[in-house]
């Protein structure tokens, strides 16, 4: 069984973007979080009943959920109330996952920069316990400094530096130049799940063969965790690794074919990652003849009929301080 699902924003729903808040404009008293924060929540609750109502199952929640959370002073104080978001979940059945920003890395040599990335990781696994989320935070290994071995072992020491609640939600992802599966199983001794990106892997000089990297990854994942993998496709004339603005009908059924085949029936989650969000799954949905529908439905139970007609041009850009763009 695959659960399918798209990331952080549902341009599809009516006020489809999160609010959000910068640093400056906080700390000179021009925006409260309280209500942004309020708002962003009843934000998840409404997106994951879009989602269900989609047949979509697996959600990635956004790290900026919760605005400056690692920031600002007492701001875990100001997150409200998560029952009826934990609620929606439930009855949606709905996976939750998480995957802070590039900024975020633990192997880095700068002091600083791992703290930071210690306070943002530990925030995270915080509002995941909060949500009941089971999924992953996902992280990126960051670069290698021109020493993979001396990396490596900060990263492992970044690793065991985390919070309960971030380090049993930890997992690493495959990337574009710095980090293949093999690589990133040797630099942690394998104690750490992997995610799989097919595109990061086409991009990737080092990668191993296409099948034994997803198969790495997939068999990295123990029992009590469901693995996740990422889908998409390159964004013509962008850097390798660029995030197209849709995907292919054709392209997610053939890796939810590869990944059901790969994981021999085994509950997985795949995430798409396009810029047009639940738009793109339409999309490409719409694209499938009959048969191929048909095909995608069965490895996806639930997955409902998507409508073609809305538009990403139609739904509303995010603004800041939860003002309009």
């Not at 985390?162 to 049993?168: D, I, R, V």
């Not at 995430?271 to 639940?278: G, R």
Request: net charge neutral.
């Amino acid at each position: 069984m695959i659960r399918l699902g798209y990331v952080c924003q549902s341009l599809g729903m009516p006020e489809p973007s999160l609010k959000t808040a910068q640093l400056g404009r906080y700390l000179r008293g021009v925006v409260e979080l309280t209500p942004i924060y309020r708002y962003n929540a009843e934000y998840l609750r409404r997106s994951l009943v879009h989602s269900t109502g989609l047949g979509l199952t697996a959600h990635r929640v956004s790290s900026d959920l919760f605005p400056l959370l690692d920031i600002a002073p007492g701001a875990r104080m100001l997150v409200p109330d998560l029952r009826s978001v934990r609620r929606a979940a439930a009855r949606g059945d709905v996976h939750l996952s998480n995957h802070p920003s590039q900024f975020v890395v633990l192997s880095s040599p700068r002091e600083e920069v791992l703290l930071n990335s210690l306070a943002v990781m530990n925030d995270q696994g915080w509002v995941m316990d909060l949500l009941g989320a089971q999924g992953s935070i996902t992280l990126h290994g960051g670069g290698v400094h021109g020493d993979r071995e001396s990396t490596a072992a900060r990263l492992r020491r970044g690793i065991a530096q985390l919070a309960l609640p971030a380090l049993q939600r930890l997992a690493l992802e495959n990337d574009e130049r710095c980090w293949t599966v093999p690589e990133l199983l040797e630099a942690t001794g394998g104690e750490v799940p992997i995610v799989f990106d097919c595109l990061h892997w086409a991009a990737n000089p080092r990668r191993a063969p296409y099948e034994v990297e997803l198969d790495m990854a997939l068999r990295s994942w123990p029992a009590d965790r469901l693995p996740e993998l990422h889908y998409s496709e390159q964004w013509a004339g962008k850097p390798a690794g660029a995030h197209a603005e849709h995907i292919t009908g054709r392209g997610l059924l053939r890796f939810c074919e590869e990944v059901e085949e790969a994981s021999g029936g085994r509950e997985v989650a795949v995430l798409v990652e396009a810029k047009q969000k639940d738009l793109a799954i339409a999309r490409a949905l719409g694209e499938l003849p009959r048969r191929q529908r048909a095909r995608i439905e069965a490895l996806v139970p639930g997955l409902a009929a998507v409508s073609l007609e809305r538009r990403a041009s139609s739904a509303p850009r995010a603004g800041v301080d939860g003002a309009p763009a």
